[in-house]
């Protein structure tokens, strides 16, 4: 199999739902300001395919292509099934993941290692996944450059982007985590 990227606990301290990685985020009820599916809160177990969820149906189109084309393909000929922890998602589920990262964490600068603001989110815009389970991840890890899908952040081997360039070049290096990452500067 491909190289697995793990954390180490010198990364950081995750949670907050794996820090929005884990293999199940729970969905919020939607009352009371909580966020709902409409916002890009998913269930547990949806796939790349399963555009009745806003989380996935609006994430960019060649994001979603790509993804798509690695997991309908090679990714399902090894075995490995690719679920969508967190894709798209609205300004308000955005802020809402910032308010809790800060309040877990405890400050405003170790949640920014974990959570982007609403402004600077890929998520936000559509341009980011949260791939799970820890099979796919490591599938990703070894042959998502082929698709153009890169790992972002060292610290969140469950956080990809497209990077078209990547099939032909390989993917970029990663930043340590989103704070070295020029786009999450305000």
């Known amino acids: 199999m491909g190289t697995v990227v793990h954390r180490s606990a010198s990364s950081g301290p995750p ?5 929005l990685g884990g293999d199940h985020i729970g969905m919020p009820t939607g009352s009371d300001g909580a966020v709902t599916v409409d916002d890009g809160a998913l269930p547990g177990g949806v796939t790349v395919f399963d555009d009745r969820y806003p989380g996935v149906a609006n994430l960019d189109p060649d ?16 075995g490995v099934a690719f679920t969508v922890n967190s894709g798209w998602r609205s300004r308000e589920h955005q802020d809402q993941l910032l308010r809790e990262a800060v309040s877990e964490y405890g400050s405003e600068a170790e949640a920014a290692r974990w959570v982007a603001t609403a402004d600077t989110s890929a998520h936000v815009s559509g341009d ?12 990703l890890s070894e042959h998502g450059a082929g ?3 890169c790992q972002t952040y060292r610290n969140e081997p469950w956080h990809y982007e497209l990077h078209p360039e990547a099939v032909d070049r ?10 070295q990452d020029p786009r999450m500067q305000p």
């Open 147 to 149: 698709y153009g899908l």
């Open 170 to 179: 390989g993917c970029p290096a990663m930043y340590a985590d989103p704070t």
């Open 15 to 19: 949670s907050l739902g794996a820090a």
């Open 128 to 139: 980011a996944v949260d791939i799970g389970p820890v099979e796919a991840r490591a599938w």
């Open 63 to 78: 994001l979603l292509q790509a993804l798509r084309a690695a997991a309908a393909a090679d990714a399902a000929d090894d």
